[in-house]
């Protein structure tokens, strides 16, 4: 086991600890401390200043969505001219409740950097605020926009955790109404079945995973639902219709709570007669890839080779 992993999974028991142990009293603290913070405006983190500049979009819910787009100069100086560039839409994980961290921005820069594409990160609503019901067809409107602008010849949807489920659910919209048809879907650790139909196998990996707890995973999951039934599409895209979603590329560890999601992502996306990449990573954690250690460069480096071919 390399040094920048033993370190990373310190890192992470010792950040999540009081989120995995706390009492359902904590956690409803925790909700309403969220719901003050997703009020606040979203920054970029002062390393990354240089690189994002933030832009607005209003839904037809009337909701002000605020929207990062990736501006360094020399990808800047190769698009002069070229209308067609290929995109990343990047919707970014955190349980549904939280805004975007560090390491979402880090993973987005590195992917832009490496790929040659513009990059666009909506901070969609979030709960408890805002549930699944009103944060999905926010969503949806935002992509119906980029898709009748016709700016982008090629969009890439990139996801981690919760937001590598809505980019599952906005590829079906997007073939349910005729939308343009995203060229790839990248999904990372991705939740895919809020009504945890794999939930015996997901307590097994629960002494391994030094990120999730399974009980508060499922609370959350609970109050980002709604009043919509847990095998709706929007609440568990893995029910969904996969008819018009292909390159799909899924990346998850071994050691996390949610890698039964992706094997059951995995087999029905087979059952429709599909074929997409599945790489499970051994002895990794939840969003592995987003951290600078070996394996994640490594997950990267597949990532961008399934971008740009």
Request: charged share 25%; glycine share 6%.
């Given at each position: 086991m390399n040094a920048g992993r033993v370190f990373t999974e310190r890192y992470l028991k010792l950040m999540f600890k009081q989120l995995r142990d706390a009492t359902p009293e904590e956690v409803e603290a925790e909700l309403?401390?969220?719901?003050?913070?997703?009020?606040?405006?979203?920054?970029?983190?002062?390393?990354?200043?240089?690189?994002?500049?933030?832009?607005?979009?209003?839904?037809?819910?009337?909701?002000?969505?605020?929207?990062?787009?990736?501006?360094?100069?020399?990808?800047?100086?190769?698009?002069?001219?070229?209308?067609?560039?290929?995109?990343?839409?990047?919707?970014?994980?955190?349980?549904?409740?939280?805004?975007?961290?560090?390491?979402?921005?880090?993973?987005?820069?590195d992917l832009c950097i490496r790929t040659h594409c513009d990059a666009l990160l909506p901070v969609y609503p979030k709960a408890p605020e805002h549930l699944c019901s009103f944060a999905v067809p926010?969503?949806?409107?935002?992509?119906?926009?980029?898709?009748?602008?016709?700016?982008?010849?090629?969009?890439?949807?990139?996801?981690?955790?919760?937001?590598?489920?809505?980019?599952?659910?906005?590829?079906?919209?997007?073939?349910?109404?005729?939308?343009?048809?995203?060229?790839?879907?990248?999904?990372?650790?991705?939740?895919?079945?809020?009504?945890?139909?794999?939930?015996?196998?997901?307590?097994?990996?629960?002494?391994?995973?030094?990120?999730?707890?399974?009980?508060?995973?499922?609370?959350?999951?609970?109050?980002?639902?709604g009043e919509l039934d847990a095998k709706h599409p929007w609440v568990s895209p893995v029910f969904g219709d996969f008819s018009g979603i292909d390159n799909l590329s899924v990346y998850f560890g071994s050691n996390e709570i949610l890698k039964p999601d992706s094997l059951f992502l995995k087999e029905t996306y087979e059952k429709a007669g599909k074929t997409g990449t599945f790489r499970e990573y051994q002895g990794m954690f939840h969003t592995f890839a987003m951290f600078p250690i070996p394996e994640g460069f490594r997950a990267v480096r597949e990532m961008v080779r399934h971008i740009k071919n």
């Open positions: 309403e401390h969220c719901r003050r913070e997703n009020r606040r405006p979203v920054r970029v983190p002062r390393y990354f200043r240089g690189f994002f500049s933030e832009e607005r979009f209003d839904a037809s819910n009337g909701f002000e969505m605020q929207v990062f787009r990736h501006d360094d100069a020399r990808l800047l100086s190769l698009s002069k001219g070229s209308k067609g560039r290929p995109l990343i839409l990047y919707l970014h994980g955190g349980a549904f409740i939280y805004p975007p961290v560090f390491f979402h921005w880090r993973f987005l820069h926010t969503l949806l409107d935002f992509y119906k926009n980029i898709s009748e602008s016709g700016d982008y010849d090629t969009i890439h949807l990139v996801g981690d955790s919760a937001g590598a489920h809505l980019c599952l659910v906005v590829a079906q919209e997007a073939h349910k109404n005729g939308w343009q048809k995203p060229a790839s879907l990248t999904l990372l650790s991705p939740c895919v079945d809020l009504s945890h139909t794999k939930e015996q196998e997901m307590r097994a990996l629960q002494a391994k995973d030094p990120m999730l707890q399974l009980d508060r995973v499922i609370t959350l999951n609970a109050v980002w639902q």
